[in-house]
């Protein structure tokens, strides 16, 4: 029997034309792809998460395809995050499965990026909001990319129930221009530099 059942799944676009200046040759979109599924272990404790971590690999590659979809192809996206919303009757390891299923997912339909993938997490009650941060997915320290996206569905997630959700988008702030490491610049490929 399958460890993932997913009760509804979201796609959240943002377009962003301008910031108070001139448009940029081509609008900054971000967009995140959720999936709300029951939580195997709600109300337990369960001193093995692998089994699920590892199947969850399955619905990372399916919410990272649907962004590069969404976004025209891998070779648009340059910046890249996870995050996880745990019902109230699960706890915080449910959500840190999130980190290498996740981030696994996102680096396979990729290309294998070098960057670590930015994560952000809570255990909550439904409709709860977070700020997703994102940055460069070849280099960590690129200034021009760090920025966020918010994120949240409003009936979920249930006390049973995991929110799990992956965010790609197709450059840096605009109008970016408070200096530090260019995504130009980036020469060491270690995933910092």
């Known amino acids: 029997m399958s460890l993932i059942d997913i009760r509804k799944r979201c796609l959240i676009v943002e377009t962003t034309f301008h910031e108070n200046g001139p448009a940029p040759e081509r609008p900054l979109k971000l967009a995140a792809s959720c999936a709300v599924i029951r939580n195997p272990y709600a109300g337990r404790y369960e001193p093995d998460l692998m089994p699920f971590m590892a199947e969850l690999r399955t619905l990372g590659t399916l919410l990272a395809t649907e962004l590069v979809d969404t976004l025209g192809g891998k070779e648009n996206i340059e910046v890249y995050s996870k995050a996880a919303i745990v019902g109230l009757d699960g706890e915080m390891e449910h959500g840190a499965v999130w980190h290498e299923a996740g ?91």
Not at 126 to 131: D, I, K
Not at 169 to 184: A, I, M, P, Q, Y
């Open 103 to 193: 981030g696994w997912a996102m680096r396979s339909v990729l290309g294998e990026p070098r960057a670590m993938v930015p994560a952000v997490k809570a255990v909550a009650v439904a409709g709860y909001r977070m700020m997703v941060p994102v940055h460069y997915i070849h280099a960590s320290y690129v200034r021009s990319h760090f920025n966020s996206i918010e994120i949240g569905i409003q009936d979920a997630p249930r006390s049973n129930e995991i929110l799990f959700a992956l965010v790609m988008g197709t450059g840096g702030r605009v109008h970016s221009r408070l200096g530090g490491l260019t995504k130009e610049a980036v020469t060491v490929h270690d995933g910092q530099r």
